[in-house]
Every structure is written in C-alpha cells, then in structure tokens.
C-alpha cells in the first residue's frame, strides 16, 4: 500500500479479553515499531523488529504484551487480558533499510478497555 | 541509554510572535535528531532532521552538542502552526526514542 496500515482503527474490549492489533507497513521498509501514546503521556516506545527479530523489547510493559513480525512485513502485537490502563493509540511506524532517515506512522489504533 | 526531554507539555503564542519548543537529550554516542509534528486529526509525520539542516514551513532547529539540546523555532508562528510536536533521537541501535510531546497553541 501506499502508506502504513493498521487496523482496527477503534477496538473497544472487556476487561480481561485478549485483543490483537495490526500493522501493515510500507512495502519493503525492513525496521518496524510499536508505539503507545496515552492522553498526557507523549509516545511510549513498546518494541522495535529488524526483519523479523525484535533486538529491543524493553519497551514491553509487561508480560501480557507480545509482539511478532512474520515475513518481514505485517506484524501483530497482543494484549493479553486487557487491563483499563492499557487504554491508548498504539501507533506503528516503518522506515526504510540502510540510514535512518524518516518513519512513517499508520494512523494508529484506538483500544478502549471498558 | 537515550532519552529525550520536552520540559514543555503545553505553549501558548500570539500569531506572529517567536516561538521555541525546547528539547534536550541524553546519549553518549552521535544522535540523529527530528522534530515531528501531529495536526489534528492527522498521523504523526516528520518535520524536519538535524542533518538536513533545512527550514520546513518557517521552522528550524539546531543541534546544539554542548547544551545537548535540539530546540524548534519560528520566527513569526501562524495559526496554522497549532499541533503537537515530538522532539525524537535515532541511536546507534536506531531505536528511534521520543519526548513526552508539547501541545503549541497559536492564538488569533
């Protein structure tokens, strides 16, 4: 596609369900990332994948949070029984191989843990 | 470790006057540094990069190494201009990290 994806873009979940969220970056860019941004809280990063790997999951707030990337293209990251405060956009942004130069963002998804 | 520090969550400016939002940083190694911007309603896309040494829209920054700052400025703002912006740091392991973000509000 022209531009990153990700769907759905509102997710309004139960406490305590699992919720699975998607990126599909810019076809070829090799880095992709996993942002959360909360009301007052700027961007957190979650996770960062090379390819496939991830070298830095440090951002990961806990252990009900996992993330994959398969192919070297979509990825899906997963909340595990939902918490309230895991209410945020999570954005994903891609860049290109070779220098870092400029990532672009998909237009986020909203998730509502009610 | 990388981080990057906007001391500013909200700012207000007359139309027409100077505005600077402040970034500072904290990297042992060269960073690259950007300034992004979020209009309303609009994904979060790049403004400018401390490499390109360019002016995007009337805006620039400079790396300044000493003060380990990379500060936005506009000499006149515009209404426009009203949007938040993220100061961000691309490290050695390009993990691109982010500020918490300034909210620039520009008044008629």
């Known amino acids: 596609g022209a531009g990153v994806s990700q769907s759905p873009s509102n997710k309004v979940t139960e406490k305590g369900k699992d919720v699975e969220l998607r990126c599909d970056p810019i076809?070829?860019?090799?880095?992709l990332y996993w942002y959360r941004q909360s009301l007052g809280q700027g961007l957190e990063f979650l996770i960062y994948?090379?390819?496939?790997?991830?070298?830095?999951k440090s951002g990961l707030p806990s252990d009900r949070f996992s993330a994959e990337r398969t192919g070297g293209s979509v990825s899906t990251l997963t909340i595990q029984r939902t918490q309230q405060e895991d209410s945020a956009v999570y954005l994903c942004?891609?860049?290109?191989?070779?220098?870092?130069?400029?990532?672009?963002f998909g237009q986020g998804t909203r998730l509502t843990v009610v | 470790a990388q981080r990057v520090t906007q001391p500013e969550k909200l700012l207000s400016v007359f139309k027409g006057a100077p505005v600077e939002l402040k970034c500072n940083y904290s990297?042992?190694?060269?960073?690259?540094l950007f300034w992004y911007v979020q209009y309303s309603r609009q994904r979060l896309q790049l403004l400018l990069r401390?490499?390109s040494r360019e002016s995007i829209k009337g805006f620039t920054a400079d790396l300044n190494k000493g003060e380990t700052s990379f500060h936005l400025k506009k000499p006149f703002a515009q209404e426009e201009d009203s949007a938040m912006y993220y100061c961000?740091?691309?490290?050695?392991?390009?993990?691109?990290?982010f500020g918490s973000g300034t909210q620039l509000t520009v008044l008629p």
């Open positions: 990297y042992s190694g060269s960073p690259e």
């Open positions: 994948f090379q390819g496939n790997s991830a070298p830095d």
């Open positions: 401390h490499i």
């Open positions: 076809s070829g860019h090799t880095a």
């Open positions: 961000a740091l691309s490290g050695s392991a390009r993990q691109l990290t």
């Open positions: 942004a891609s860049t290109p191989t070779g220098v870092f130069t400029e990532a672009f």
